[in-house]
């Protein structure tokens, strides 16, 4: 039931609930605490009357003290050193008449005609060596007001009778703690003692304990709504806004929601803000890109099936075998181009899962490019006559960050894209250099027709337009896979044309690792 509860909750009232529970918890078990503490004080301060009481009970049996004013006065005199720390001790006869007061050692005239008061009665009933506290009114009349001689004269018909009795007192601001037993000769109760004593040390250790106890709630009730105001408006009003701003996404809301103020914060959700933002716009990104690659590619796909259906059509109602030579040839050459287009796409898509789980790392670039450069000259130096030359600076590394595999990918569609532009038996050159601030410099150099545009960065485009003839014998996205390649690794790449000879000349600059 709890954790239902708490799963519909907001943070900030998870937040306050628990605090609530725990702070209820924290106070009840503070409210029995406080309950349970001054009965345990006043069980330690009535131990030493109980031992005095037994002491002094003990001296008027042996001395055979009778209960008489004369008799217990001597006595009083004698011992008056046992009760000089305690405040009063009286004593009665049996039939509950005052016959000695410590009171009147000091010549004070008082007698006990004066009532001693008391609101509230706490019992102590000593029973197996346990002591249990307990609460009790003893009204007189209509006056809920209880004199020592009453409380003697309901101890005497109690079942607390023979048993030490211990109650409080509080008025005038005092507390008192007094304890009485009477006083057993032969077996027969000749009469009582009482032990009145000021215990405001009591009163005062519990009110201390209730007031530091109310202070702490209080400060910790005050630092809960601060850090509560604080938790609501620094961080889950921001995270509020954060899941308002992708629910917009989500439901393509053309009410936007501004991140910015959230996104210059040091900490851990200004991160999170730009970090999220910064998805957002690479997945918008990603959709426009694969929106427009999808309609590129229908326009691409659209032209060889054009041409297949026109001379698919012809193919069936000429009869002349040169002509139906030429549109075979017409027909294999727009199949092969529909499946380049489908291949490539297809292997797009799939580079881009696999870029985002491979990890970079450092590595000499020079043995990878002369691994591809070796492949090649394996395959067109005896197919096409075609040399392709690995030249390096004379530096003894080459170290670059990136991904081996797409730097093989990389050569390998440059040099796929120079050869497929070079007559047989002409020579390609891959150069491999380090500029003054030690970035890796890859030059690929051929000898075929060069560049007609001004503009070369168009090369890289996807499905480019302005192609040459051959241009026919390539999907058109190589060039444009390389491009993401070579930004994926930080770089830049640049066409040309060569200056001292014909041909064209792609660079790559790789960043300083």
């Known amino acids: 039931m709890f954790n239902f509860l708490l799963k519909n909750l907001s943070i900030l009232k998870k937040f306050?609930?628990?605090?609530?529970?725990?702070?209820?918890?924290?106070?009840?078990?503070?409210?029995?605490?406080?309950?349970?503490?001054?009965?345990?004080?006043?069980?330690?301060?009535?131990?030493?009357?109980?031992?005095?009481?037994?002491?002094?009970?003990?001296?008027?049996?042996?001395?055979?003290?009778?209960?008489?004013?004369?008799?217990?006065?001597?006595?009083?005199?004698?011992?008056?050193?046992?009760?000089?720390?305690?405040?009063?001790?009286?004593?009665?006869?049996?039939?509950?008449?005052?016959?000695?007061?410590?009171?009147?050692?000091?010549?004070?005239?008082?007698?006990?005609?004066?009532?001693?008061?008391?609101?509230?009665?706490?019992?102590?009933?000593?029973?197996?060596?346990?002591?249990?506290?307990?609460?009790?009114?003893?009204?007189?009349?209509?006056?809920?007001?209880?004199?020592?001689?009453?409380?003697?004269?309901?101890?005497?018909?109690?079942?607390?009778?023979?048993?030490?009795?211990?109650?409080?007192?509080?008025?005038?601001?005092?507390?008192?703690?007094?304890?009485?037993?009477?006083?057993?000769?032969?077996?027969?109760?000749?009469?009582?003692?009482?032990?009145?004593?000021?215990?405001?040390?009591?009163?005062?250790a519990i009110d201390e304990r209730k007031t530091f106890i109310i202070r702490t709630a209080f400060a910790v009730g005050i630092v809960i709504l601060i850090f509560s105001f604080v938790l609501n408006r620094y961080f889950l009003k921001p995270i509020q806004n954060l899941v308002s701003y992708t629910n917009q996404i989500k439901n393509k809301d053309n009410k936007k929601i501004n991140i910015d103020k959230l996104k210059v914060r040091n900490d851990e959700l200004g991160l999170l803000s730009s970090s999220l933002d910064d998805m957002t716009l690479e997945l918008q990104k990603r959709i426009s890109n694969a929106e427009n690659f999808s309609t590129d590619l229908v326009h691409e796909i659209r032209n060889p099936l054009a041409s297949l259906k026109s001379a698919s059509e012809i193919l069936h109602d000429t009869k002349d075998s040169s002509q139906r030579y030429k549109l075979v040839n017409i027909l294999s050459h727009d199949v092969q181009r529909i499946e380049r287009l489908i291949t490539d796409y297809s292997q797009m898509l799939k580079d881009e899962v696999a870029l985002s789980k491979e990890k970079f790392k450092k590595f000499d670039i020079f043995p990878i490019v002369q691994s591809v450069v070796d492949?090649?000259?394996?395959?067109?130096?005896?197919?096409?006559?075609?040399?392709?030359?690995?030249?390096?600076?004379?530096?003894?590394?080459?170290?670059?960050?990136?991904?081996?595999?797409?730097?093989?990918?990389?050569?390998?569609?440059?040099?796929?894209?120079?050869?497929?532009?070079?007559?047989?038996?002409?020579?390609?050159?891959v150069k491999i250099s380090k500029d003054k601030t030690n970035q890796v410099k890859l030059n690929i150099l051929d000898e075929g027709e060069g560049f007609k545009e001004k503009d070369t960065s168009k090369i890289f485009k996807r499905f480019y337009s302005n192609r040459p003839d051959k241009f026919g014998q390539h999907s058109g996205l190589g060039l444009n896979i390389v491009k993401n390649l070579v930004d994926l690794h930080k770089g830049s790449i640049n066409a040309s044309n060569r200056h001292q000879k014909k041909g064209a000349n792609i660079e790559i600059i790789f960043p300083k690792s």
């Open 16 to 204: 306050l609930l628990i605090n609530f529970i725990f702070f209820t918890i924290i106070g009840l078990l503070t409210f029995f605490y406080l309950k349970n503490i001054q009965p345990n004080l006043i069980k330690k301060k009535s131990s030493i009357h109980i031992q005095i009481i037994n002491n002094t009970i003990e001296n008027l049996n042996i001395l055979n003290i009778e209960f008489n004013e004369e008799d217990i006065r001597r006595f009083l005199f004698s011992t008056r050193f046992i009760f000089q720390n305690l405040d009063r001790v009286i004593f009665f006869n049996k039939n509950l008449e005052l016959v000695g007061d410590t009171d009147t050692l000091d010549l004070d005239p008082r007698s006990f005609s004066s009532r001693l008061d008391i609101i509230e009665l706490e019992i102590l009933n000593d029973e197996k060596n346990k002591n249990i506290i307990e609460k009790r009114n003893i009204n007189i009349g209509n006056e809920n007001l209880v004199s020592l001689k009453d409380i003697l004269f309901n101890y005497a018909g109690s079942k607390n009778f023979g048993k030490h009795f211990t109650f409080t007192q509080e008025a005038f601001n005092r507390f008192k703690l007094t304890t009485i037993k009477n006083v057993f000769r032969d077996d027969k109760n000749i009469g009582y003692i009482a032990i009145t004593q000021n215990a405001n040390d009591v009163k005062a």
């Open 375 to 429: 492949d090649y000259n394996n395959i067109y130096k005896v197919k096409r006559g075609i040399n392709i030359s690995c030249i390096n600076d004379g530096n003894k590394n080459y170290i670059i960050s990136g991904i081996e595999n797409r730097i093989e990918q990389i050569i390998a569609n440059l040099l796929d894209n120079a050869i497929s532009f070079s007559e047989d038996n002409k020579n390609i050159e």
